[in-house]
């Protein structure tokens, strides 16, 4: 499976500070994207030490020098997937750390995070930062939503109307660095040439309604790098009341020669 990525990021209309990070690192077959919160400076902190611990673990991982698991690993999981699950639960032991530091009390991030093993992709996160899986034109968040609202919506407890609080939404169940453990969901997908994967900060969400992103992918004369683009002047023009952030990678097809040197090298 090959993959192209591109991102982009912008602070909106109503934050003085980007709190939200990202990560393309295809020599890593890693990608993230991490959304900050906390004080002054304090949420930029945490997402910052969320993507770089995860991007300095797979560095150390690809050497040969893997850390130590913080968990027992899943036996359903594969080595790749208990390591990207281990990576965050690093983070969030980092971020839980400086904590201590009386300037980044009470800071946490959110996260969400691919990694690439063969032609199947491990989808990881803790928060509500969303990632979706545009396929034949249907757009299907494959990521969990760690929120008040999301749970009282899985366990049905919504208005007559199939509504829920729209307050809670903001009102997170999970999220690094505020509890020494965390528990990360994990979920894996096999696409196909010609899917794209969007992972994004609520950010976007908030402001476009999936309709109008499912629009923006679906233009197949527009090239992806673009449609990123598309994607964040719309937020903006939706209002822009978040930090926005957009990585959308991309299925490509692959000729013989690379799929035989790619089975060669995965033995």
């Given at each position: 499976?090959?993959?192209?990525?591109?991102?982009?990021?912008?602070?909106?209309?109503?934050?003085?500070i980007n709190q939200d990070m990202y990560?393309?690192?295809?020599?890593?077959?890693?990608?993230?994207?991490?959304?900050?919160?906390?004080?002054?400076?304090?949420?930029?902190?945490?997402?910052?030490?969320?993507?770089?611990?995860?991007?300095?673990?797979?560095?150390?991982?690809?050497?040969?020098?893997?850390?130590?698991?913080l968990f027992s690993t899943r036996k359903?999981?594969?080595?790749?997937?208990?390591?990207?699950?281990?990576?965050?639960?690093?983070?969030?032991?980092?971020?839980?750390?400086?904590?201590?530091?009386?300037?980044?009390?009470?800071?946490?991030?959110?996260?969400?995070?691919?990694?690439?093993?063969?032609?199947?992709?491990?989808?990881?996160?803790?928060?509500?930062?969303?990632?979706?899986?545009?396929?034949?034109?249907?757009?299907?968040?494959?990521?969990?939503?760690?929120?008040?609202?999301?749970?009282q919506r899985s366990m049905g407890m919504?208005?007559?109307?199939?509504?829920?609080?729209?307050?809670?939404?903001?009102?997170?169940?999970?999220?690094?660095?505020?509890?020494?453990?965390?528990?990360?969901?994990?979920?894996?997908?096999?696409?196909?040439?010609?899917?794209?994967?969007?992972?994004?900060?609520?950010?976007?969400?908030?402001?476009?309604?999936?309709?109008?992103?499912?629009?923006?992918?679906?233009?197949?004369?527009?090239?992806?790098?673009?449609?990123?683009?598309?994607?964040?002047?719309?937020?903006?023009?939706?209002?822009?009341?978040?930090?926005?952030?957009?990585?959308?990678?991309?299925?490509?097809?692959?000729?013989?020669?690379?799929?035989?040197?790619?089975?060669?090298?995965?033995?």
């Amino acid at each position: 499976m090959k993959i192209r990525a591109f991102g982009k990021t912008d602070i909106g209309l109503k934050r003085k500070i980007n709190q939200d990070m990202y990560l393309i690192a295809p020599e890593l077959d890693l990608y993230a994207i991490a959304d900050g919160m906390g004080g002054h400076k304090a949420g930029e902190v945490a997402s910052r030490l969320a993507v770089n611990t995860m991007a300095s673990y797979w560095r150390k991982l690809k050497e040969g020098k893997p850390p130590s698991f913080l968990f027992s690993t899943r036996k359903d999981l594969s080595n790749t997937a208990n390591h990207l699950v281990n990576s965050i639960m690093m983070s969030n032991a980092i971020i839980h750390e400086a904590q201590k530091k009386p300037q980044y009390h009470r800071m946490g991030s959110t996260v969400s995070a691919l990694i690439q093993e063969n032609d199947t992709l491990w989808v990881a996160n803790v928060g509500d930062s969303p990632i979706y899986l545009f396929d034949n034109g249907r757009l299907v968040q494959i990521s969990e939503e760690h929120s008040v609202e999301a749970e009282q919506r899985s366990m049905g407890m919504t208005n007559p109307d199939g509504t829920t609080n729209p307050f809670l939404k903001n009102v997170l169940t999970r999220v690094l660095g505020l509890t020494s453990k965390v528990n990360v969901y994990i979920n894996s997908i096999r696409p196909e040439p010609g899917d794209m994967i969007l992972m994004c900060s609520d950010g976007l969400t908030n402001c476009v309604p999936l309709d109008s992103i499912a629009a923006v992918l679906s233009d197949s004369s527009v090239p992806a790098e673009q449609k990123v683009n598309m994607l964040v002047e719309q937020a903006i023009k939706g209002g822009g009341g978040d930090n926005i952030t957009v990585v959308l990678l991309e299925v490509l097809k692959e000729g013989k020669w690379h799929k035989l040197r790619r089975r060669i090298m995965s033995r």
